[in-house]
Structure formats: structure tokens, C-alpha cells
């Protein structure tokens, strides 16, 4: 197991009952053989995910259905091991993460789209398919799932649904969560739940659908999901600008609402994000800007033609320049560019990003970076920030040297501060990455004893063995 | 106490701990005692809902703030007395009806709008804001909260939240639920939390808001929201269309969805619901017609220009006839005239309807209603089928004399029957009403025991006395 960032150090984890032979014959009865990993080396890949901290489990199980995840978790709630259900394994907070040891629910098998529904407008699919996937066989239909986390060529839909995933499109089109109309899931204590439905009003009992969207895995083991579909857009553009202030970029969102447009998109890039994607790229941007818009709009080509003109419109007249309008697809592509420069970009500067996706009512965005670039230099932490200006969703990252001890310490420093600015801003310390074990020391900042305690009663309820991913968002 | 038509006859409630002296005492001085209400007179317009079934509170209550609705809420819960949170009053479930006794909380007096806000879009409101005065405020200000139940001009937007409320817009901008982002809710326990916060982006814990939503008053009483905004659409335009046949007029909206065209809104009447509403008003309505649609579009104003071509071009292809498209905004009051006329229209087929908001995947729509229309002749009921077609979600009224105790049995197994068809055509029994106490006898057939149990130990868990609206949803 290597060091760990986030936890102090914990030394070798016991073993639970996960270990024990009965228990994998067990296991190895109800999946088969070949689907229950033990060996270190194939066990390795479903130790750790995005953040490279590994808890290897002590077995991985590969159910083919929801009724081989119910075996496994009625086989755990009576031994009292540890399960931790994984999808892509692409999180930031470790959500899929047994750092408690136990075992791995991997829904690699249960990968297939079983049905796409033109005329009512939903799809149902087991959580292992890709986010990628379903978005390439609705958009064959003519059909449309909104939720594009950035990590979403990897990332399962079982997993994008325990983490409420967003992404760049939620600026007009929400986020996961409101696009799940019905769930499988299997709870902690085994029973096969349905929830919701196929249909997008629904308010029979409570919403168990909404308190599964979000809940990291803990309160239940998604085996299959009903999601709601929309018309495909016909066509997308894209307007990019950059602005000598953050400020003058920030006065944007705003004024696109009072032109009565919501753009799909609204990206945003600081300073420091500037120079590091040009340093590294020389896209010819001013690398003295203060700040950087990528404004998407979709629709009927006349109408994008039409609120695309108006972004531009409002760009310039609020300071922006360099600004550039896609015609074609690929002119788009070429301006989103700047974009997915980013992360390369900043790898030179530590070996170790502490990515953080705090959130904060959009006109504080100013403030809240202007807050982070301080707490930067105060740490001596180098900073990059980004994301998701259309809802306020900004990813700061902390660059340091992972070998580094005194340098992790400050970096972990500087996202205690920030935390709190985004705290003390209105805002919270997650938009779309959630708590997992690496946030949740933290969780206190942003939620009162109440509201906390109103979670672990839920747990309790729902898991009263508390084998369902432990170690995660209560500490 | 008036009969109950969904009740078996209860006889005379036992009276609780509400009607004890000292607490009276103790609640006027929470509230002031001007805010305690005891008499007969005064208690009686908080005994029934629209369903107009009484059932007197012991007293009302009527807080100003959530600091006294917590404090009222640990009395109650500490003497064990029913406290039944109320709104508009509005509901079709008994929702806001105190069926075991106890006190009712009316948050009559929580009713000011506390904050618009235009560059972060969201508003926060207090509970007893009416949903026309939020829209009428934020719509003043370029703003628009989409939810609009029909009882929009009296409904609160608590009763709204508590019950989730959809309406006729849901068909583009879904239901009430998809636009909380926070509550500051007082539980049953008499803690009050803040659930969510003023992002759209907020990852933070388990998701408490989604479960606050739709939970009719079982878990929480939401003493202030903070809810979601869009920019006003500029324009909308409606087209009204006659169909032979209802598989005609259900063929539209698949076909919308091909032409990349979501409506606003796809408002269905059945033969049954022309007949009525012609007889009664005279419209000029083809009086053999199977179907008439109502559909509308919103946006820019050339966007609806094109839009509303579309859907008209669209629907003459299936077969529409006698086209109105709107041209004005007069124009278009005038086109929905026929669907406002509905309610008066078939009030002379009985002095009791009974309402109910099936809910279908929409291609299911016409098996739906030729099963309620077999299902009507088999019980002897008269019934008119109308609602929201663009989601399936589908009001059936059954008439009868209230005093008909035959007549009342009979259509009491109709509404069982239609129950059933809608969960076999893989729909359920309840789209935007609730269940309350009206459908709780019912919920077992949308519900298998496990879900129902996982509610069951929610409820429990938050409210381990059962002090908060008892009676409703688990019978």
C-alpha cells in the first residue's frame, strides 16, 4: 500500500472476514470462480482511483446481475465485511475507494444499454456502461443525456449517479441527478429495491430515487438505471474571449441571463491557467489576460446562429477581446482546445494536484479566486483555477511535489482555506467531486451537527451494519 | 366531522395531548396566543383540502418563524401530539389534513419573499409565498420560476415543495423538485437543518432536499426554500388541434421529439372531456372528435415563430384538423379557454369527483384510456380523461353523487381499476398529487414491501415518535 495524502498514516489495515475461505468460496458460488480476483496483481487495478492513493481490497467480485450483488451484500451484512461498489474508478474523493479493507463490488460485467426509448424519452442501462457509451448510442437515435462529466469516456453511469456527477453542460442542463427517473438498487442489507420509475412525474412514497443520486455508494449498490433523454440538439457553437479581468469575465453570466440566454456552457480559465496552457502550447493568447470565457450555446442552427451573436455581442461590450466565433464543428473543437490543454499543462508544476471543485454563487466567483490566489502565495503553493463559471463551480488546483512532505502539508493547507472561503462566501466545498474519505474531514465546514447527525441517522436506518462502503463522508 | 369518502367510517377521534391546557398554554406563548386558533369557526377552513373532507385540528397554530415552528415541534414531540404542516390547502390527498388530530401548522403568516436574485439565479422564500405571487415577483424582474400546478394562484410553495407539484410546464422544465436548491427545514425532532444551499451545484453530504421533496410533510416542515430561476422566455405560442381518433393525437409527440421540437407544454382532452366542455360552453369544438391537443412553445420570439410551425405541421400530418395557432397573446388565453372550461364543465355529471393523476410512459396513453373507459362502463361511473400528454400524465375524474352511497362504492372500484391498469401499463398511481391519506391504501400497488419497508425506516429514523403528519402514505 503506498503513503497516503489524505489520511495520516493508518499502517496495515486488518483483515476482515472478506479474507476468510468460506467467505471467498462463498463468493466464488455466487459469481463464479473466474469473477472473484484475489491475486495482488489483478486485484491492484481496484485499489485506488483519479487520485492514485491505493487500498487494495482484499477480493474483487464481478456480479453479473442484481441478484449476484444481493448474494454478495446479505453474504457481507452476516460476516460484517466491508463492500465498496465501483464503477469507472475516475473519482477525485475516493468514493469507490475500500480504504477499510473488504471487498470491491466491480460492475465491469454489468455493461449493457437495454433499452432506448425514442417515443417516452428514457434509456435503461445496467451502471457499467461507459458515460461516453450512452451518449454515443442516444445521440445514434437522435436523442440526448445531458450529464458530461469531464471524466465521462471513463466514467461508469452506476458511478456518475453515486456521485451526482455535472460537468460542463449543466449551466442550462442541470446536473445527473436530474436526469434519473428510476433506480435498482440493492441495499445495504441486501433486498433488490425499485425506486422510482419510467416516468418523469412520479410522487408515490418518497423519493428514494433522489437520496440514492449522490449518496457515494453508501446507502445502496446501483444495478440498473432508468435515465431521462431529451431531443439531440442540431446544432452547437462556441464563443471564446479573454477579458483583462476576472471581474470583467464574471459580469458575463449575468448579462447573457438578461439577453434571456442560457448558454450550455460557461468555462472559465484565470490568470495562472493562461500562462501555463500557453507556456505550454502557445495558442497565441494574451498571456496578460485575466481571465478566459468559453461560452457554448445549442439549438436549431438558426437559433445558435442567433444567441451565439449575442454572446458575442455581450463579450465584447463588456471588455472581452481576441474573441472568436466557431462556424463549423471543427472551428468548436480547435476553441475547446484551450481547455483540455489544461491539465498537461499543469503537471510540470508538482507532481501532486490537489484538484478541489468548490462552488460558490457564480458573482463570487471573483472573490473566491482573488481569496485563492492569496491563500496560494501564503502557502507558497503554486494555484490554477478553472471550471464551470455558469454555475459557479470552479476547480482549484494545488500543485505540489508528492516526495515532498512539507510541501504536501502546505498544499493541504491552502484547501483548508479554501474551504472556508467557499464557505464564507455562500458557497460549498464540493460542486460535482463529492466527499468520499478525502473531503470528509471537512464536512463540518459546510454542513451543521444536525444536518450531519440527520445523515447518520439515515445511514443507521438503511445500513445498520455499516458494511456499505465505510471510512467515507462521516469521520 | 363530516363522512369521509375515503375513509372507512373512523368514528369520533380519540382527542391527544393538542387539546391539554398547558399545552395550549405553552403554544400561545410560542406563537402569541392571537396565533392559536381553538374555536370551532376559525379551526374549520384548516379541516379538509380541495377534497373538502373535514377533519378538524385540535387547534392551529400559526407560526412566524422557523425559530416557533421549531419549538412547537418539540413540544409535540415531547407530549406526542399529530402536528400536521399546512399551505395553500390545496392538495388532492389530504396531505394538509390533521386525519389522527393533534394540532395543524399553518404558515399562513411565513409568507414574505426574502430574496431575488438575478445574477445567481435563485430566490428564497418563505413557505406560505402563494406559487402566482413567487412567479408574478421574479417574473417582474425578467425572471421565471417554471413549476405551475394548477392550483398555482392559492397553492403555497411549501405544499408545493412537500408534495413536489408539477403542472402543466413540466413537459419542457419538469417538476418542482428540479428547482430546490436548499430548505431550511424544522424535523421532527424540533432540530432545524439547512438542507442543499444557493448553487446548483452542491455535492455535500447525502442528498437532503431531494428527500424533503415529495415527502408530504412526513419528515420536515420546510420553513424557508431557496429555488432555482431561469431567464423569462420572451415569447410562447400555443397550437390547438382536434384528432379523430386519442392514437392520433398521441402520435405527436413522439413526432415532436424527432423534429427536435419540446414543447412547454402537450395538454390532452378525451371524447368525453370535448363532449362536456361543448355541451356546457359552446366552443365550436367538433363534438365527434377523439382528441384535442393543446400544445405550446416558448423562447425567443422568432424561435416560436419556427417552433410553433413545426408542431402545426407536425400535427396536420397525424392527422389534426380545425388548427388554431396563436398569433397574439390574446390569441392564445383564448386557446387554453377550453382547457380552464373543463373543471366547471363537468361539474353537473355528479356532486363528487374523483380526481386522480394517473401517470404512464406517454406512448401508453391511449391504452390507458380505453382501459378507463372499459373500467367506467364496467362500474357504471361517468369519467372524462384530460392532463399533461407530454409526460404521460394523465387526470381521470370519475363522477358521482356524494350522497350516492351506491354510486360512491362504484366509482371507489373504478379508481382501484384504473390504479391497476396504470401500474401494468408500467406507469404508477400518482404523477403530481401525492398519496396522503387518499391513495395510502393504494401505495402497495405501486410499491413492492421492500421499498416500502426502506421508506418506512426513513421515517422512523427522522421521526421515531410519528408525531409528523401521521395517517398519510403507510396505512
Given amino acids: 500500500m503506498s503513503r497516503s495524502i489524505h489520511f495520516a498514516d493508518r499502517g496495515q489495515r486488518a483483515r476482515t472476514a472478506a479474507s476468510e475461505p468460506d467467505v471467498l468460496d462463498a463468493l466464488r458460488a455466487t459469481v463464479g470462480a473466474e469473477n472473484v480476483l484475489v491475486?495482488?496483481?489483478?486485484?491492484?487495478?481496484?485499489?485506488?482511483?483519479?487520485?492514485?492513493?491505493?487500498?487494495?481490497?482484499?477480493?474483487?467480485?464481478?456480479?453479473?446481475?442484481?441478484?449476484?450483488?444481493?448474494?454478495?451484500?446479505?453474504?457481507?451484512?452476516?460476516?460484517?465485511?466491508?463492500?465498496?461498489?465501483?464503477?469507472?474508478?475516475?473519482?477525485?474523493?475516493?468514493?469507490?475507494?475500500?480504504?477499510?479493507?473488504?471487498?470491491?463490488?466491480?460492475?465491469?460485467?454489468?455493461?449493457?444499454?437495454?433499452?432506448?426509448?425514442?417515443?417516452?424519452?428514457?434509456?435503461?442501462?445496467?451502471?457499467?456502461?461507459?458515460?461516453?457509451?450512452?451518449?454515443?448510442?442516444?445521440?445514434?437515435?437522435?436523442?440526448?443525456?445531458?450529464?458530461?462529466?469531464?471524466?465521462?469516456?471513463?466514467?461508469?453511469?452506476?458511478?456518475?449517479?453515486?456521485?451526482?456527477?455535472?460537468?460542463?453542460r449543466s449551466a442550462k442542463y442541470g446536473v445527473t441527478k436530474h436526469y434519473v427517473l428510476g433506480l435498482e438498487v440493492v441495499l445495504p442489507t441486501g433486498e433488490i429495491v425499485e425506486t422510482g420509475g419510467r416516468t418523469s412525474k412520479n410522487v408515490v412514497g418518497f423519493d428514494l430515487t433522489g437520496l440514492m443520486c449522490g449518496s457515494e455508494g453508501m446507502l445502496g449498490i446501483i444495478t440498473e438505471a432508468t435515465l431521462r433523454l431529451l431531443p439531440l440538439p442540431e446544432a452547437t457553437r462556441t464563443v471564446r474571449a479573454t477579458f483583462r479581468t476576472m471581474s470583467a469575465a464574471c459580469a458575463c453570466p449575468p448579462a447573457f441571463t438578461r439577453a434571456r440566454v442560457t448558454p450550455v456552457a460557461i468555462e472559465v480559465l484565470d490568470h495562472s491557467s493562461i500562462r501555463a496552457v500557453e507556456a505550454e502550447f502557445a495558442f497565441g493568447i494574451d498571456p496578460e489576460a485575466g481571465a478566459l470565457l468559453l461560452v457554448s450555446v445549442d439549438g436549431h442552427p438558426e437559433e445558435v446562429e442567433r444567441t451565439s451573436r449575442v454572446v458575442e455581442e455581450v463579450m465584447r461590450e463588456l471588455g472581452g477581446y481576441d474573441i472568436l466565433r466557431s462556424e463549423t464543428r471543427e472551428d468548436e473543437d480547435r476553441l475547446w482546445d484551450v481547455r483540455r490543454a489544461l491539465s498537461p499543462a499543469i503537471k510540470k508544476y508538482g507532481t501532486l494536484k490537489f484538484n478541489e471543485d468548490v462552488v460558490v454563487p457564480r458573482s463570487r466567483v471573483p472573490e473566491l479566486i482573488e481569496r485563492v490566489e492569496e491563500i496560494g502565495r501564503r502557502h507558497e503553493t503554486f494555484v490554477v483555477n478553472f471550471g464551470h463559471l455558469g454555475d459557479g463551480n470552479i476547480h482549484v488546483n494545488f500543485m505540489c511535489d508528492r516526495d515532498d512532505a512539507t510541501a504536501v502539508r502546505r498544499a493541504r493547507a491552502a484547501v483548508r482555506d479554501t474551504f472556508a472561503a467557499s464557505v464564507e462566501l455562500g458557497g460549498t466545498i464540493s460542486g460535482e467531486h463529492g466527499i468520499g474519505y478525502v473531503k470528509a474531514p471537512y464536512l463540518g465546514m459546510a454542513l451543521d451537527a444536525a444536518t450531519l447527525e440527520t445523515m447518520r441517522r439515515i445511514k443507521r436506518a438503511l445500513d445498520p451494519r455499516g458494511i456499505l462502503n465505510p471510512g467515507k463522508m462521516f469521520v
Same sequence: chains 1, 2.
Fill in 39 to 168: 491475486d495482488a496483481q489483478k486485484v491492484e487495478p481496484y485499489a485506488a482511483d483519479a487520485l492514485k492513493e491505493k487500498f487494495p481490497p482484499e477480493a474483487v467480485v464481478l456480479p453479473g446481475s442484481a441478484r449476484e450483488v444481493s448474494e454478495v451484500v446479505r453474504l457481507a451484512n452476516e460476516r460484517r465485511f466491508p463492500v465498496t461498489a465501483r464503477g469507472g474508478g475516475v473519482g477525485y474523493t475516493g468514493g469507490a475507494v475500500p480504504v477499510e479493507g473488504g471487498i470491491v463490488i466491480g460492475t465491469d460485467r454489468m455493461n449493457r444499454i437495454t433499452e432506448i426509448n425514442a417515443d417516452n424519452l428514457y434509456a435503461v442501462t445496467e451502471p457499467g456502461v461507459t458515460t461516453y457509451a450512452l451518449q454515443q448510442a442516444v445521440e445514434a437515435q437522435g436523442l440526448f443525456y445531458p450529464p458530461d462529466p469531464a471524466s465521462y469516456k471513463n466514467s461508469f453511469i452506476g458511478g456518475n449517479i453515486a456521485e451526482n456527477a455535472g460537468g460542463i
